[in-house]
């Protein structure tokens, strides 16, 4: 295996924006670890991380198999790969006996998250889920003072994550999460980071669950007179759509690096033409809700609410917790956090933040996994894979509810779920 005397020794499994941004770490601390190896099917995108790691060219492999053929050469493996591609190697990694962090969703289907979690507990290694927010300031210190009394007992929350039209036009029309055959649906893909939240800050079981949603206006139906498939096609009311790709990436710049990487006009009016990232937002294969309600209760009676929107001009999210000795409501955005007793004292509250991504908090949940690494306990950091399992089997329970029009019993899906799970096994099927 290959050592390090300078921290533990890693393996990025695909080299995207997450695992760019989770190896980035390592090069600002280069105490805490060292990126030893890359898998990336992406040529390009492999070299890149590979170069700026220093990575020697026999741990630079094509797939996440080529990497888990060889003898076990790391402490620990970074899986960064799309929705529908953690599964199989994070269970490979394990079986390996590699510690494994990986991004957020585990799994796009309920019995591949639930067994991920068994098998972590099975071989006794680390399984940290990406849910990033539990490490952002701003989410911690409203958890502290939740924990600590400030508004009494909790007795509702309301979440809501802006999303916002652009970002959500891009991610989740044009972009990898707009078809959930491809990646997974939106509450999973975008938002489980946010049920996720909110099992955290109440702590307590669910015990039902309730949802509604659709995607209302991405679709064909609201395709202007005038408008064609490609936002260079042609398309006569182009200038007027606040969605049009000439001027989101081309004009103003947003979101370019994931069109291209050339600075060039012509370049980047030729990956719009040829890419999936200039067409028309009404004439896509896009098929996850652009707005979805969920409706939550825990145990001793606590409720939730959590609203995703993508119709918004902000990209934060905001949350408001109603107590019995008064209420906090919050906006990321703004950093802003206010607590307001029913005695009538205010106090406001401005979390530290942090350089790195979603405010800092990304190095912080690669420090933790650090720590946990190196002491060997895996269950010690803030977040783990049994915990996230729930919260992930919370998103799945409130996607059957929406779809079938239901509130589901969380015990009793639970239950079914496991069944499943140890039926495929006697049926040799996972």
């Known amino acids: ?86 599964y199989e190697p994070t269970m490979m990694a394990l079986e390996k006996g590699y510690h494994v962090m990986v991004e957020k969703p585990m799994s796009p289907d309920p019995i591949e998250t639930l067994d991920m979690s068994r098998q972590a507990d099975n071989v006794g290694k680390i399984l940290m889920v990406g849910h990033v927010l539990r490490y952002s300031p701003f989410f911690y210190k409203i958890k502290s003072l939740l924990h600590s009394g400030a508004i009494g007992d909790v007795i509702s929350i309301d979440l809501i994550e802006n999303v916002g039209h652009i970002h959500y036009s891009h991610s989740f029309v044009r972009g990898n999460w707009g078809n959930s055959r491809r990646s997974s649906f939106m509450l999973m893909s975008k938002s489980c980071h946010d049920i996720d939240i909110l099992h955290w800050l109440i702590d307590k079981p669910c015990v039902k669950v309730s949802s509604f949603g659709s995607l209302m206006h991405f679709n064909s139906n609201n395709a202007p007179e005038g408008s064609t498939a490609n936002c260079f096609d ?66 001793t009676g606590i409720t ?42 205010v106090e406001k509250f401005n979390p530290a933040t942090h350089a790195g991504g ?24 803030r977040t783990h894979a049994k915990t996230s399992a729930d919260s992930h089997l919370i998103t799945f329970a409130a996607e059957q509810a929406r779809l079938q029009g239901e509130v589901v019993e969380m015990a009793e899906y639970v239950s079914n779920l496991s069944n499943r799970l140890s039926s495929a096994y006697i049926d040799n099927k996972l």
């Open 304 to 345: 939730a609410s959590f609203t995703m929107i993508a119709f918004t001009t902000e990209e934060y999210r905001t949350i408001k917790v109603f107590g019995t000795k008064g209420q906090l409501r919050s906006h990321m955005g703004k950093n802003e956090i206010v607590v307001s007793t029913f005695n009538g004292d």
């Open 234 to 299: 042609g398309c006569i009311v182009e200038r007027s759509c606040p969605y049009s790709a000439n001027r989101i990436y081309v004009e103003r710049g947003e979101w370019l690096w994931q069109v291209t990487q050339s600075e060039r006009k012509e370049d980047r009016i030729r990956a719009l033409q040829e890419g999936p990232y200039g067409r028309c937002v009404y004439r896509c294969d896009n098929d996850v809700v652009d707005h979805q309600v969920v409706s939550m209760e825990f145990e």
């Open 1 to 86: 295996m290959i050592q390090n005397n300078r921290g533990i020794t890693v393996a990025v499994i695909g080299a995207g924006s997450r695992g760019v941004g989770y190896a980035r770490y390592f090069l600002s601390n280069p105490v805490a670890g060292k990126v030893v190896a890359v898998a990336d099917p992406d040529s390009e995108r492999l070299k890149k991380l590979s170069d700026q790691h220093f990575v020697h060219e026999v741990h630079r492999y094509a797939n996440y198999q080529a990497f888990f053929e060889q003898p076990k050469m790391c402490d620990a493996v970074l899986i960064c790969t799309m929705d529908q591609q953690h």
């Open 358 to 381: 979603h405010f800092g908090a990304d190095p912080l949940l690669v420090e933790d996994f650090v720590t946990q690494v190196n002491s060997g306990h895996v269950t010690g950091g």
